[in-house]
Structure formats: structure tokens, C-alpha cells
């Protein structure tokens, strides 16, 4: 989350979509009833089901699934067409200004720069203007031709209300209501906060679907400022968390990159990313990814990490391609894998087609289930009939299962949404024989380890470099792992003038005590400040607001810096005065930026310097146009997803799917056309349940027993289905059954003249656990990754659907 | 042969002095007895879920849940336990010309001015209201019973349809046991009575007072 | 934000009010508490429930109830019914509102609704089972309950439940155990909307108007709160979109009472019935008195043995 899930109180406008944040996070949604209640909040949502969040709305709007970006766009040639931005924070705020080079170009659904074999796109034309000083060029009229305004103006304008209620098949008055409201914040006075989920990320083009998004509040302004916001609501208690501290497939803790082959050295990694200022008077804090990277470093292997040897970087590895969970499966599928160490992890029910993952598993030699439940994965091998129907007998997988303690049952902390670390103790002991996840791993380590000491072998040197002094080694403690992370000065640190300003040993207060020369270090400088010299911040529980604006600054600690609003300088104009009383958060007080947050900012840059708010970027502004940082391309464009309904993608005949979306070459052939598979479906979870874990919690299973399927009264009868009655859904990977749910909640739309059925598909259930048991629904979905975050598909597939014959219960 | 319509198999007369007269088999007063049991045992029950001031009387049958418990359990045997009554004593108990008359001699009835009332065979009009108000209300209350005998059958009804039922019911009972108290005072009243669901005999003196009618017929019936 | 209740304090806390504070006790004849404490309410706010059943698993796990997993039979609502383990239920119906053709998905918490004028309690037979507490709160107290499922047949609302297993009669107690210990019901505090709060119900009242206010300002001109008069009020309360309509929300009575059918057998049948059976049997007793036993004569056998003359 940009804002926090305290911020979301302040809004004026609440849109929900891609996501359903009622059901998937019920207890921050309580932060929108709050803003219903006490703001007069409207709140929106768009979904192909009405859906629990739905119920809470002042206006829903229907969406045929995978269209998201056809209706985004036109949102964004609504607020353009209609000048209904917030020009000031555009222009100063933004890179609209900026000059793209010529070259540029996009036709027939690509950009400039495809190859057709490869499925990739050269970028280099997807960049700026530079003069001759190597600033980007800038035109604050916005009305230089080829301005990323006037690009802007260009690409969306297609995106009429016509053609959105033609390929998304949302009624236009539907459309253009959510259009009106968006509009309505686009001044400095109102806020509009975004709440989006797994909705638009799993999709062949995920990324630029919250990319739109974040267009939309660029254009209105509702970045930085309270009440406003592109609010990634993350799926688990810690998701957000474990993606800080590295388990993202090319990055290690706090978003710096894991090395990769073409980078030999250090310096040939740094070079690349000690990014410089594009326009003059930046900061561009990427400047200090060096101290970062080296404190990493320092962090990982101690005493043995020195300036002659690079700090250690040749004991990295060195990636070749990013090992996300598709290509994981997919290289085990090849046989290529000898075993696999699940960690809290279900693959069997939570990666795209589990045909291929239960193929996958089987040439395993051995796995391993460290999870305090038993997995369905655990089970893989086991025949349970229609639901898993394997030969046991030709499995020849060995399964290790590792009881391992749940949350209540050790110390640690966990990272929410709104990046607030907060920590929590041990409420329990451990079950029978679980042991805590450190513990396994410390012990699987020592003994490596000690293998390798006495023998020898293939990777030895950076297991014995690694820096494992804890106090126990076989029990590292959180409070130490957290005080790691942190990072201390190793030696004295001092001041320009001599000073010492961090004696040797003292943890460090914040990033900025960070340096590249090996005296600090700290694994993960994004919580660096989280466990300073005053202790754990993450222990604070002092839930008072004294602004009202629920920023709550003494309840734990958000990361960076315990900032609780990201690029809060955007909240003041660029004379530094709010944008509205109303709105008045983060203002320079003639002295320094001021207000109830951490600044995100240099808090004593004055506004005369122009210095942009977006410090994190090179430009010092937030960018409408990502230049060559992603691989589908420079701005949005509407494709289909890789199974559609339609025969052509209606916007841009010849190209139909993501052109850079990543398929394996045996994956070709499994995908279905709409001829035998007319119905568009959808996956999600249900509020009932936590993903495949409470299918083993008996009180959850009481209020959701067993898997369904959501249909529509009019598909219901159209294939002869009676509400309760088993249904078969199939696609070209798999068939489920479920009870059928037939519900006004889901509409048939009308797209591209031809009427297009959903069906939704709650993914909650299994074969294992004290639910009914059904087959895992990933056996429908296809092994499409995202062109950026490889993220599959699971949100717009096809299936068809009969009715089972026999009694309806 | 004439048709001995009132007289039930098992009655015949002794003569002798005095003059006895079998008026109930074995059977038919074991019969009697489990049905008067049951009666006794559900009307004691029953009143103690009735009233708040009856409550006490669960203490019968250990506590209340057991009251609870055991009451339609009870009503079951005495449903088949009347059912066999009266499948014995139905014929005899259909209304004759002459019970009009003495219906409307009820005065002369409960003045004991016997000599005024129609001969009558071996049940009097009292008794056959007695009879067919019994039975009446033992389906009455078989029925509304099992509508609330919510422990089995609670399912098989609609909670309006178990309050009619529950209304019926407590109306039901308190007809029954008044029905009861009248028949109870009667046997009492009339003395020489008891002795017939006693020993199964009555005085030949008694059925010439009571039953004349139903005596000439033993008496003729032994002529035949 | 209603105010939350504070977290208790982990010392043992007196309870505020018991036996002393009884207003009513079923088949039993007490003077009420002298002294009324403050009437608490339930306010349950429909427009506000996402409908996440934290409620039903909070009840199931402050009251220990273990519910049987059931199936799904093509709705949300799970368990199908209130059952003796389940006394809270989350009941959605899908409404297409003919005035703004929206579709509304109204989820309203089913459950006992504290009624003032408990129908549950008049139909007890067993004294002390149902006791209602000076604040409102109808509580079962099963040590005394016999199962005769009375309470059944006298709830307007259709709440109380029958356990197959210890024959006893089971509803939501308004966690009566939290509340006289200074804390809201359990399905209160697992509410992540507050579309649950609880307080005096002077509060919920005043907070209700301030719902109401709000959902007006939404088009929703009928809101309104639920405090059926018909049973005097009650301690748990509603607000709803279409307060005109209550039987939208899943069949919510409309202007609920307890049914004259059950006043009548507990009211004037009580009396009447003892009055008639105690009438038959004075009226026997006066009779004999006056009447004397009806014997038999000397005559009366000497004409037996006429009639029987040679007969033997």
C-alpha cells in the first residue's frame, strides 16, 4: 500500500476493483465502513461478480473478467478528454511534461521494438529526450507533440464509454458513473483511495493493469495525500512481509537485486543501479544503493565480507533467469529437480494446472513439507479418488513432513499492508512435535554445513563464508533476526567534523546511518530504524491519532522510516502549501516539511528548490510513462487474456493475448478455444477461509463445508441447472464438481455483440482437511505467467459446465 | 335368538342370593386398569407442565426432563391400552332410543329417582359420553401430541400448527380430566360399582337398579 | 467509530448484576428487581455486514459449540438453520430493488432478539429456565430446563432450538457472561465492520438515528431502525435499509407478537382448565352431600332373584 489501512478513513471516494477487499480482507474493510459512515465516502466497485464488497456499495459495475485494462484506459481518456485532471500536480508531479525521443511508435496493438520469435520487446525507444547536459527534456506547457501528455492524449483516446461497455461489457451509464467519481477527486479538495487485490495482479497482464491505476491517480492527484492511494491489499498476514525480506525470484531483502550473470562484480552490479538524477536538483535515493548493498553484504558474511573481496559478492549466486513458481514447476516437470523444500507452501492446490504439478511432483526424489498443517502437496501421491486420482504405486517421490508451529506458537513479527512491522509474542507452546521454522532451518543449515566441512563439494565456499553467529546457533532467536535486518554500526561512525555519531556496536537509528565502506551493516535496509538504538519499535502499541488522520505513529513501526503515507511531500503544493485545507497533511513550515508523518522527503529541502517528490525516482517525479521498465510496454494496452472468449482482441485485431507474456513451449497446446469452452471464469477465496489452510479448521469448515460454483440464473437455465445441484466445469486442463449457486449476483454481459457467461470459482477447498473434498480448482487454470511479475493467470480463463444427474441436495 | 345387542362376551348371571352378575372379563379389567394408570399418570404429568403451581408433581418421576420425557410415552400405552377398550365395549356403547329419555331425565338421574328413568341396557347415557368423549379426546390428544412431541417429531410440523397444537392439547386435557372426575364420582356415587372393575361382578340388585334392561337380556338370553 | 469497549483487565471482575437483577423468571411468581440497571442493546447495522460470519465463529468459540460440518445447497448460509450449536446465523437474500433497479444483497445476523416481552419465557413451564435480567437480557439457564420445547412455540422469531443430544433448549444468551462483566457479546467484539455494537440501548438508539441519517443520504429513504413494538421492543435491534419491508431480510417478521394462540393457552386456558377440573370435582363432592350414594336396595336384588327364579 502506498497510504495505510488507518488513511483509508479519509476518503472521499472509495473504488474497489481487482479485488473484493470485504471478503479477502474483512477487518481493514472496516476502514471503508468508517469512511461511509463518518465522511459520507462513496464507495465503487467493479467486478464480475457482485460480490460481498458489491453488497457495501453506492455503485457496482459489472466487468467481463481480463478487460480491466479496456475499462481503466477508459477512465484515464475520460479524465483527459474531459480535462478532468489536477493539472497542477500533473505537471509538477508527474513526468507529463517530459519529452519522449523520436522513434517511439505504436501500431496495431505494439510498440515500438517487437520481436516476434523471442516474445520480447527492444526498449530503447522508450525513452526520453535528453540535452546535452543529460537532463530529460522537459515541456511545461504539456504541449509539445511528443510530450508524455500529449502521447497520452493519443493512446487513450480509442478508449471511448462505447468502446468499454463493447470489450468489458459494462453498461455505459454503469461506466461512466465510476468515470464521474473518479473525476470528482481530481482537485486538491477530495481523495480517492484505490484498493485492488489478486484481481488485476493475476492476469497475463497484471502489472499493467495496476499500472493503469496508477495513472488514474496521478491524473487526479491522489498520490501522497491522505485518503488516497494505489493500495495493493496483500493476501496474507506477513505476505507483505516476506516479500520485503527477499523471497521475490530477482531480488534479495529490501527490493536490491540478486546478481545476475551479467554482472561479474560488484561494481558491475552497482553501475548499473546507482541511478543518476534526470532532471537537476534531484536526490534519486537510489544513489545509496551501494551502502545498502554492501551493508547487505556486511549482514551475510560478517568479518569475512572485506573491500578486497567485493564484500563477498562472488558467495552470491548469480541468476540466469528469475526461478518464479511456473518456471519452478516447469523445470521440475522437465526432471530436471531432485527435491523441493515447501516452506508453508501448498503447490499442489496453488499453482496454475496441478496436472502438470502432480507430473512434476512425481519425478521429485524427495520433498519436504515444513507447514504445522498437512498439505495436500504432502499428499500429492496418495489416490482420493476423482479429487486426486493418481497411481500411487508408480510414484516413487519420498515425503519428508516437518511439523512446524503456527504463528501463536513463537515470537516474531509480522509486515501488514500498510508495511507496519508489528511484532507478537508466543501465546502458545508448540503442538506435539512441531519445532519452529528457524529452528528446522538452523539445524538443516549446521548440518550442511558440517557435511561440508568434512567433505567438501559444489558450492562449499559460500555456506562456509556465511556469517551464522548467533547466540545459539541452533535456535536463532526473532529478536536477534530482527536486530539483523536492522543493522549496526560495526565500528564508530562519525560526522564530517569527527564526531562519533553511532558508537561501535549500536544499532543503527535509520538507512541513512548506512555506508558503502563496510563499517555498518544491516540486511534489509527498508527496516532499518524498526529495532534502532531505542529498542524493538515494532513492540509499540500506543494507539493514539493526535492528527485524527489515523496515522497511529507510535503503534509499531512502518517501513521506511515509519512513514505511513509514501511520496507525502506530494501532499503540499509545490510552494509547499496544502493542496486544501481539507487535504493539509505534509507542509513546509518555512523551516522544514512538517506534519503528522515521517516527511518522504529530505526534510529540509525548501520548496524554492524544486526538488521533486518523488525521491525514489530518478526523475523526482512520479512517472505516467515507465520509460523501458517494463516489458509490455511503455504505456497500457488492452489484450486479451490468453483464453477469451473472443476470437480477436476488438481494440487491436492482430494482436489477441499480451505479446510478451510468458508461455513454456510445451504449454501451447493446453489452452482451450472459446468454440468448446464458451464460459468465462473466474477464481477467488472466500471470507469463510484462509487459502487451503482452513479447509483444516473445523469452525470454518461449518460456515463453508464445500466447494461451489457461482452461475448465473440465466446460464442456470440455459444448461438445465437446479440451484444445489452438482455441476461439472472443465477446461482444457481439468474438470471440478461443485454444488451449483445460483445467483442474481452474477450477470451475463453482452461483449462485442455476443453474450458472454461467468462463472466464479472459490478456491478455498481440497482433498485434505475437514471440508468436502474436491479437486484443487488449479487444475482448471492455465500456466500463463505475467509478461512482468510471471504471476499466472488465474483470474480469466474459459470452461464449460454441465449439470451431474442425481438427487439435488 | 334374539340379538343380545348391549351385552359384551364374558357377562352372565349367577343366580343365587344374592344374584351375582359377571359384568367385566379378566381382560377387560386389565385392560381398564393400565388405561385408568395411564390416565392417572398423564394427567399428573401433564398438570405439572400445565401450571406453574403443578410443577411440583414432576418430582413423581424424578424431575422434569423425565416428566418431559416419559409423559407421551405414556399416552402411547394408553392410546393402545383404550384402543383395546374400546374395541371391547364400542357396540354396546351406541346410543339406543331410550338413551334420549334419559338424557333428559338427568334431574331424575342425579336425585337418584331411578324408577323414573328408562330401563337401559348395560351402559346408561352417562356412561356412553363418557365412552365416546373419552374417545374423542384420546385421538384429540394423540394426535395434537405427537404434533409437539417435539423430541422425535418436531420437523413434521410448522411452529403455528405445534401452538394449535399445544392449545388443543392443554384444552383437551383438561376436557379429558373432567370427564374423568365425572366418571371417577360416578363409580363412586353409585355404589356397588367399583366391585365390577374389581372382582367383575356386580349384585343382580345393581344391574336390576342400573342396568335392567341389560339383565332381562342375560336373564333372556339364558332362556334362549 | 461507536467507541469500542475497552479490552478487560486480566484481574477477576465481580459481575454487575445476577440473580438479584431478575425482572422475570418463567412458571415462577418473583418481584422484580427493584432497581432496573440500565437496558443494554444489541445494535446489529445490515447495511454495514460484508456478511463474514466472524460473528457465527466467534459465538461457536466464546459459548465452546461445535456445529457438524454440513454441505452446501446452493447458498451462502451455512449452517442451513439456527441449530443448538448454532445461535448465530448469517442469512443473505438477494433483492432487486424495483425503485433504483439495483441489486442489494441483504445479510442479516439471525438470532435471539432479547425481546422485552419475552414470548419464549411466557410459554415456560419449568420455573426458573427462562429468567430475564433487569437490562433486558433473556437468558436459558439449562440446569433448569426440561426440553419440552415450549419456548419454541412461544418465540415470535422462531430463535430457540432443541439439542437431540441433552434434550435442553438452546439460543444466543447476549453472552450474558461478557456482558455482566463490563465486555459486549462475542459476535460484538469479532465484528470487523461494526456493523455489530453494542451499549446501553439509549445509545444504540442514538447511533441508529445517526445510520439512518446516513443511509437516507444514500436514496434509501425507508431506513430504519427494528424495534418491533409488537413485543415491546427488544434488546437486540436492526437497522435496515427497508425498514417498511422487514420480510425481505429473510423472512423477518413483519410486526412480530407473541401469537394469540400462545396467549391464550398461557394465559386464560391456565386458569380456566385448573378452574373447570377443580369446578367438577366440588361439584361431585356437593352432590354426594346433598344427594347421598346412590345404593341398592333389598328390593332391588330380591328383583334380581325374581327375574332369575329358576334359572339356575
Avoid at chain 1, 442474481?744 to 461467468?758: A, E, F, N, S, W
Wanted: with cysteine; proline share 6%.
Amino acid at each position: 500500500m502506498t497510504n495505510s489501512w488507518t488513511d483509508i478513513k479519509n476518503a472521499d471516494v472509495v473504488w474497489i476493483m481487482g479485488g473484493n477487499a470485504a471478503e479477502a480482507h474483512p477487518c481493514g474493510f472496516k476502514w471503508v465502513t468508517e469512511a461511509k459512515a463518518e465522511r459520507g465516502a462513496k464507495l465503487m466497485v467493479v467486478d464480475p461478480r457482485f460480490n460481498r464488497s458489491a453488497a457495501m456499495a453506492d455503485h457496482y459495475a459489472p466487468i467481463r473478467a481480463g478487460s480491466d485494462i479496456a475499462f481503466l484506459s477508459g477512465v484515464v481518456n475520460y479524465l483527459l478528454s474531459n480535462d478532468k485532471i489536477h493539472k497542477e500536480y500533473v505537471r509538477n508531479y508527474t513526468n507529463a511534461a517530459f519529452v519522449v525521443q523520436e522513434g517511439y511508435g505504436f501500431d496495431e496493438g505494439l510498440f515500438t521494438g517487437y520481436n516476434e520469435s523471442k516474445r520480447t520487446y527492444d526498449r530503447s525507444t522508450w525513452d526520453y529526450e535528453f540535452s546535452a547536459d543529460g537532463f530529460a527534456v522537459r515541456d511545461m506547457t504539456l504541449e509539445h507533440p511528443r510530450c508524455v501528455y500529449q502521447l497520452m492524449k493519443k493512446h487513450f483516446e480509442r478508449y471511448t464509454p462505447e468502446l468499454v461497455e463493447r470489450v468489458s461489457g459494462t453498461p455505459k451509464d454503469k461506466f461512466l458513473k465510476v468515470a464521474e467519481w473518479v473525476a470528482s477527486t481530481a482537485n486538491g479538495e477530495r481523495a480517492m483511495t484505490i484498493m485492488y487485490a489478486l484481481g488485476w495482479t493475476q492476469h497475463s497482464h497484471g502489472a499493467q493493469n495496476i499500472r493503469t491505476a496508477a495513472m488514474i491517480q496521478l491524473l487526479c492527484g491522489n498520490i501522497g495525500i491522505p485518503g488516497g492511494g494505489v493500495n495493493a491489499l496483500r493476501g496474507h498476514s506477513n505476505v507483505q512481509g516476506i516479500t520485503d525480506v527477499g523471497t521475490l525470484t530477482a531480488a534479495i531483502p529490501g527490493y536490491l537485486a540478486l546478481p545476475a550473470e551479467s554482472e561479474p562484480t560488484l561494481e558491475s552490479h552497482l553501475g548499473k543501479r546507482t541511478f543518476k538524477p534526470l532532471l537537476p536538483n534531484q536526490t534519486s535515493y537510489w544513489q545509496n544503493y551501494r551502502k545498502f548493498y554492501v551493508s547487505f553484504l556486511k549482514s551475510y558474511f560478517g568479518a569475512k565480507a572485506t573491500p578486497e573481496n567485493e564484500f563477498g559478492y562472488q558467495w552470491m549466486p548469480k541468476l540466469d533467469t528469475p526461478y518464479d513458481a511456473l518456471r519452478m514447476f516447469d523445470v521440475m516437470h522437465q526432471g530436471k529437480t531432485t527435491g523441493l523444500l515447501c516452506q508453508g507452501f501448498n503447490p499442489l492446490m496453488s499453482i496454475a494446472y496441478s496436472g502438470k504439478t502432480v507430473a512434476a511432483l512425481s519425478k521429485l526424489k524427495f520433498l519436504v513439507s515444513m507447514d504445522p498443517i498437512e498439505t495436500d502437496t504432502a499428499r500429492f501421491w496418495e489416490n482420493h479418488g476423482e479429487y486426486n486420482n493418481v497411481d500411487t504405486a508408480k510414484i516413487q517421490t519420498e515425503v519428508f513432513m516437518l511439523p512446524v508451529t503456527t504463528f501463536a506458537e513463537e515470537d516474531g513479527s509480522f509486515t501488514n499492508s500498510s508495511r507496519c512491522i508489528q511484532w507478537k509474542w508466543q501465546a502458545a507452546d508448540a503442538y506435539f512435535e512441531a519445532r519452529k521454522d528457524i529452528e528446522i532451518l538452523s539445524d538443516l543449515f549446521t548440518r550442511i554445513r558440517k557435511l561440508y566441512e568434512k567433505d567438501g563439494g559444489k558450492g562449499k565456499d559460500p555456506l562456509l563464508a556465511v556469517d551464522w553467529s548467533y547466540k545459539d546457533p541452533m535456535h536463532p532467536s526473532a529478536d536477534e533476526l530482527l536486530k539483523e535486518l536492522n543493522g549496526k554500526a560495526l565500528v564508530d561512525l562519525k560526522d564530517a567534523d569527527g564526531k562519533v555519531v553511532r558508537a561501535a556496536g549500536q544499532q543503527l537509528a535509520s538507512f541513512g546511518e548506512m555506508r558503502d565502506d563496510g563499517s555498518t551493516d544491516g540486511s534489509m535496509w527498508i527496516y532499518t530504524g524498526v529495532y534502532g538504538p531505542t529498542g524493538n519499535l515494532a513492540q509499540r502499541r500506543e494507539n493514539t491519532d493526535p492528527s485524527g488522520l489515523g496515522v497511529f505513529p507510535t503503534w509499531g513501526f512502518a517501513w521506511p522510516a515509519n512513514r505511513r503515507i509514501q511520496y507525502n511531500r506530494a501532499s503540499a503544493d509545490p510552494q509547499g502549501k496544502p493542496w486544501s485545507d481539507k487535504k493539509k497533511y505534509m507542509y513546509w513550515d518555512g523551516q522544514r516539511w512538517t506534519g503528522p508523518d515521517v516527511p518522504d522527503y529530505v526534510p529540509t529541502i525548501p520548496p524554492e528548490r524544486a526538488t521533486g517528490p518523488f525521491i525514489m525516482n530518478q526523475e523526482g517525479v512520479s512517472r505516467l510513462w515507465v520509460r523501458g521498465l517494463m516489458a509490455d510496454g511503455p504505456f497500457p494496452a488492452h489484450y486479451e487474456s490468453f483464453e477469451s472468449p473472443l476470437a480477436a482482441n476488438p481494440i487491436f485485431p492482430k494482436i489477441r493475448g499480451n505479446p510478451v507474456a510468458r508461455v513454456f513451449n510445451n504449454d501451447m497446446e493446453i489452452f482451450g478455444s472459446a468454440k468448446d469452452f464458451p464460459i468465462v471464469a473466474t477464481t477467488y477465496r472466500l471470507v469463510e477461509h484462509f487459502h487451503y489452510w482452513t479447509k483444516s479448521v473445523h469452525a470454518n469448515a461449518v460456515i463453508q463445508p464445500e466447494f461451489f460454483v457461482e452461475i448465473s440464473e440465466e446460464l442456470a437455465k440455459e444448461k438445465g441447472i437446479k440451484p444445489g445441484q452438482l455441476v461439472r466445469v472443465w477446461s482444457n486442463r481439468g474438470q471440478v464438481k461443485g454444488k451449483a449457486v445460483v445467483t442474481k449476483r452474477m450477470i451475463p454481459l453482452k461483449v462485442d455483440g455476443k453474450i458472454v457467461h461467468q462463472v466464479g470459482l472459490p478456491l478455498n477447498f481440497g482433498f485434505i482437511g475437514e471440508t468436502k473434498k474436491a479437486s484443487p480448482i488449479n487444475s482448471l487454470t492455465p500456466p500463463v505467467g505475467d509478461a512482468n511479475s510471471q504471476t499466472p493467470e488465474f483470474k480469466s480463463f474459459l470452461v464449460n459446465i454441465e449439470p451431474v444427474p442425481g438427487p439435488v441436495a | 335368538m334374539t340379538t343380545a345387542y348391549d351385552v359384551e362376551r364374558g357377562d352372565q348371571v349367577h343366580p343365587g342370593n344374592p344374584v351375582t352378575v359377571d359384568r367385566y372379563t379378566t381382560g377387560a379389567r386389565i385392560n381398564h386398569w393400565i388405561t385408568a394408570t395411564c390416565l392417572i399418570l398423564l394427567a399428573l404429568s401433564g398438570l405439572a407442565l400445565f401450571h406453574p403451581s403443578l410443577f411440583f408433581l414432576t418430582g413423581l418421576f424424578g424431575d422434569g426432563q423425565n416428566t418431559r420425557a416419559i409423559h407421551p410415552w405414556i399416552g402411547v400405552v394408553l392410546f393402545f391400552s383404550f384402543a383395546g377398550l374400546f374395541i371391547r365395549f364400542w357396540k354396546a356403547n351406541l346410543w339406543r332410543r331410550e338413551d334420549g329419555t334419559w338424557m333428559a331425565r338427568l334431574h331424575d338421574v342425579l336425585t337418584g329417582n331411578e324408577e323414573k328413568l328408562p330401563e337401559v341396557g348395560k351402559y346408561n347415557a352417562g356412561q356412553k359420553v363418557v365412552f365416546w368423549s373419552m374417545s374423542i379426546l384420546i385421538i384429540t390428544l394423540i394426535v395434537s401430541g405427537f404434533v409437539i412431541w417435539d423430541q422425535y417429531f418436531s420437523e413434521y410440523s410448522t411452529i403455528p400448527q405445534k401452538r394449535v397444537a399445544v392449545l388443543v392439547h392443554a384444552l383437551a386435557a383438561v376436557a379429558i380430566i373432567c370427564v374423568w372426575i365425572v366418571h371417577v364420582y360416578a363409580a363412586i356415587w353409585v355404589r356397588g360399582t367399583i366391585g365390577a372393575m374389581t372382582r367383575g361382578k356386580v349384585t343382580g340388585g345393581w344391574a336390576w337398579r342400573h342396568h335392567r334392561k341389560w339383565l332381562r337380556e342375560l336373564v333372556g338370553g339364558k332362556k334362549a | 467509530m461507536f467507541q469500542p469497549i475497552a479490552n478487560p483487565t486480566t484481574k477477576p471482575v465481580a459481575p454487575k448484576f445476577g440473580d438479584k437483577d431478575l425482572i422475570r423468571r418463567s412458571a415462577s411468581n418473583i418481584t422484580p428487581a427493584a432497581q432496573r440497571q440500565p437496558e443494554v442493546a444489541k445494535l446489529i447495522d445490515v447495511s454495514k455486514c460484508i456478511g463474514c460470519k466472524a460473528c457465527q465463529v466467534a459465538c461457536l468459540e466464546w459459548n465452546n459449540l461445535v456445529e457438524e460440518v454440513g454441505i452446501n445447497v446452493g447458498v451462502y448460509d451455512n449452517p442451513h438453520d439456527l441449530t443448538p450449536n448454532t445461535w448465530t446465523l448469517m442469512r443473505y437474500s438477494e433483492y432487486q430493488n424495483p425503485e433504483s433497479g439495483n441489486l442489494e444483497w441483504l445479510i442479516r445476523k439471525d438470532g435471539c432478539m432479547h425481546c422485552e416481552d419475552p414470548g419464549c419465557l411466557k410459554a415456560c413451564p419449568a420455573p426458573g429456565a427462562i429468567v430475564q435480567y433487569s437490562n433486558g437480557i433473556v437468558d436459558f439457564v439449562h440446569d433448569n430446563c426440561i426440553g419440552c420445547g415450549y419456548c419454541v412455540k412461544g418465540c415470535p422469531f422462531n430463535i430457540p432450538r432443541i439439542s437431540k443430544v441433552d434434550n435442553k433448549a438452546y439460543k444466543c444468551s447476549l453472552c450474558v457472561d461478557r456482558v455482566a462483566v463490563g465486555q459486549g457479546p462475542a459476535c460484538q467484539k469479532a465484528c470487523p465492520t461494526q456493523a455489530i455494537v453494542f451499549g446501553t440501548k439509549d445509545e444504540m438508539k442514538k447511533w441508529a438515528d445517526f445510520r439512518i441519517k446516513d443511509l437516507k443520504s444514500r436514496g434509501f429513504k425507508n431506513a430504519g431502525l427494528y424495534d418491533p413494538p409488537g413485543v415491546s421492543g427488544t434488546h437486540v435491534m436492526y437497522v435496515l435499509q427497508h425498514a417498511d419491508k422487514p420480510q425481505i431480510y429473510a423472512n423477518l417478521a413483519n410486526n412480530p407478537s407473541i401469537s394469540p394462540v400462545v396467549e391464550i393457552w398461557k394465559g386464560v386456558t391456565k386458569y380456566a382448565g385448573l378452574a373447570a377440573m377443580g369446578a367438577f370435582v366440588a361439584i361431585g363432592f356437593l352432590h354426594h352431600i346433598i344427594a347421598g350414594p346412590n345404593r341398592v336396595s333389598a328390593e332391588d336384588e330380591k328383583n334380581a332373584e325374581k327375574l332369575t327364579e329358576g334359572k339356575a
